[in-house]
């Protein structure tokens, strides 16, 4: 069947505009994760679903970022006011249940002028 | 708090070669250990898990890790590398809860003929 996904594939957008990547994860798969990965550094944690249900949004950097997802399948991530600090991969990934294994999409890179 | 070190930023081995890709962690209970594998162009791909029993786990692609609990360690290995297996390596900690992951900043593998 299909792999993750996410759209857009690339982003190049002003500092301070609002966007949104969103991904749509294997189908059955209960658990979906989104990571950040900058220039040189690894992948960091962001949020995690089950089913539609985020119970720790610690991991996000600040408030500008959000997510949700509905209908226990897509996911949105949304970043407001960017800055040129967010410009990283936006990697998501989707697993049958939490720690089982994580089928990661192909990422959105996000460019902030 | 947690945290995973790959020692090695980058490693030159020639095709034929052994193979040890360093990862420690640091965290309070028995953790469940990733590897992950990105080549270029590619997404991220799960090349071996430990989440309990036999401390020598075997992977795809004729990998292999031992995790070393006295040394906080989770080593990759391979006896022989390949051409193929040039890219960017993750080492990986699940939280038991499996709410959290946390990668290392990755090693960059290249492998001469």
């Known amino acids: 069947g299909a792999g993750v996904s996410q759209s857009p594939s690339n982003k190049v957008t002003e500092k301070g505009k609002d966007v949104e990547l969103r991904c749509d994860p294997i189908?059955?798969?209960?658990?979906l994760y989104w990571y950040r990965q900058s220039l040189g550094q690894g992948l960091e944690f962001l949020i995690y679903f089950q089913g539609n249900s985020a119970p720790d949004k610690s991991g996000l950097p600040s408030d500008r970022f959000s997510a949700e997802r509905t209908g226990g399948s897509v996911s949105t991530l949304t970043i407001q006011r960017t800055q040129q600090e967010d410009s990283a991969v936006y990697l998501c990934a989707s697993s049958y249940s939490m720690l089982y294994e994580q089928y990661f999409g192909p990422g959105t890179r996000l460019t902030v002028t | 708090a947690q945290s995973v070190t790959q020692p090695d930023i980058h490693i030159t081995v020639s095709e034929g070669a052994s193979l040890e890709l360093r990862c420690n962690y640091s965290?309070?209970?028995?953790?469940?250990l990733f590897w992950y594998v990105q080549s270029p162009g590619q997404g991220l791909q799960l090349l071996l898990k430990y989440f309990s029993g036999d401390t020598l786990v075997q992977g795809i692609k004729g990998f292999e890790a031992e995790f070393k609990r006295s040394q906080s360690s989770f080593n990759l290995r391979k006896p022989s590398v390949h051409w193929s297996d040039a890219a960017e390596y993750f080492c990986a900690v699940g939280t038991r809860a499996g709410n959290q992951f946390y990668f290392g900043t990755g090693t960059s593998l290249t492998v001469i003929p």
């Open positions: 189908s059955g798969h209960t658990a």
């Open positions: 965290y309070g209970a028995t953790p469940y």
